[in-house]
């Protein structure tokens, strides 16, 4: 069971110039081989898989709440992409009157990379695919039973996962690109460092002189800094107020890169930042043609619910 918490792991940048062909490169980041849609799949079947729980519980634990954060993980690319697309569909509509009346309102948007980021199931918003429009499918999906081959197979998914990200962040100079990778890549560190402990602990193997790989430059990345000042690359999160408290058995020594100390974080998850409220874009039927109408409707069933007219969530 997963706890939702209406917050994003860390804070993104309002929608800013639309950059639809570097939501495409973003969409590796969700739905690539090596994307967040495979990591959180991968470490939740294998945490839905896990044998002998109660005898491996340290281990057990650690799979279990990396697979909770990297749920938030799939939020925030999504977010991303989300942002970098918000304004292309209405920009192209006005852009189509203005030359064409009566013809193809959307028709600049005919030469962007991935058009089903605005044909189903897009509704300029991000799709479950990769960076070429390929499907994020089950076969990306390893859990093979076997503790030690599932932490090797998670280390290494980590890595592949770090060399995507930092090849986005040079691709795509989008502020909510660069502020999504330069999280990403703290985070990604974190669950590199978790699997090769756990490795460790278990079989006497010391994966971490393979560290940093692949070799980026962390620290030298602006938009890492800030998470590295707060000391995210070093902080595990439980994600459950009571439960997975055992992780501390595993994530502990000090970090291969840096020799500070890994802790188990005393918050049980991020403080995170408030989403921002993405304008409707009806060029796309996104969440409709008439968006007022539908927030009309809400606000009068909040009424009759007892509830505030105006709507009670918070967003930035």
């Given at each position: 069971?997963?706890?939702?918490?209406?917050?994003?792991?860390?804070?993104?940048?309002?929608?800013?110039?639309?950059?639809?062909?570097?939501?495409?490169?973003?969409?590796?980041?969700?739905?690539?081989?090596?994307?967040?849609?495979?990591?959180f799949m991968n470490y939740t079947y294998q945490s839905f898989n896990f044998r002998n729980r109660q005898g491996a519980r340290p281990f057990y634990d650690l799979v279990a709440s990396i697979a909770a954060e990297e749920f938030g993980h799939i939020e925030l690319v999504s977010a991303t992409i989300n942002t970098m697309l918000t304004g292309t569909a209405d920009r192209a509509l006005l852009s189509g009157r203005a030359r064409r009346a009566g013809g193809a309102p959307l028709g600049d948007l005919k030469s962007v990379r991935n058009t089903q980021h605005y044909l189903a199931p897009g509704g300029a918003g991000a799709v479950v695919q990769d960076s070429m429009g390929k499907p994020w499918n089950g076969d990306n999906v390893f859990s093979s039973g076997d503790l030690i081959e599932d932490l090797t197979h998670n280390f290494f998914l980590e890595t592949g996962a770090r060399s995507g990200k930092l090849r986005v962040y040079e691709m795509v100079d989008h502020p909510a690109a660069r502020a999504l990778t330069g999280y990403l890549l703290v985070r990604g560190g974190v669950h590199q460092v978790a699997y090769a402990r756990a490795l460790e602990n278990l079989t006497g193997a010391d994966l971490t002189k393979l560290f940093p790989s692949p070799r980026i430059p962390t620290e030298k990345i602006p938009e890492c800094r800030p998470h590295l000042d707060r000391g995210e690359h070093l902080k595990l999160y439980r994600f459950s107020q009571d439960d997975f408290k055992e992780i501390s058995a595993v994530f502990n020594g000090r970090h291969p890169e840096t020799g500070e100390q890994l802790v188990v974080a005393e918050e049980t998850h991020p403080v995170g930042a408030l989403a921002h409220d993405l304008p409707p874009q009806p060029a796309v039927f996104a969440p409709g043609p008439e968006p007022e109408e539908i927030a009309e409707i809400a606000a009068r069933l909040r009424t009759a619910a007892g509830l505030p007219r105006k709507p009670t969530g918070n967003v930035a």
């Open positions: 069971m997963i706890l939702r918490i209406d917050r994003l792991q860390t804070e993104l940048p309002p929608p800013s110039d639309p950059d639809p062909d570097g939501a495409a490169a973003v969409q590796e980041l969700l739905g690539g081989k090596f994307g967040e849609m495979s990591t």
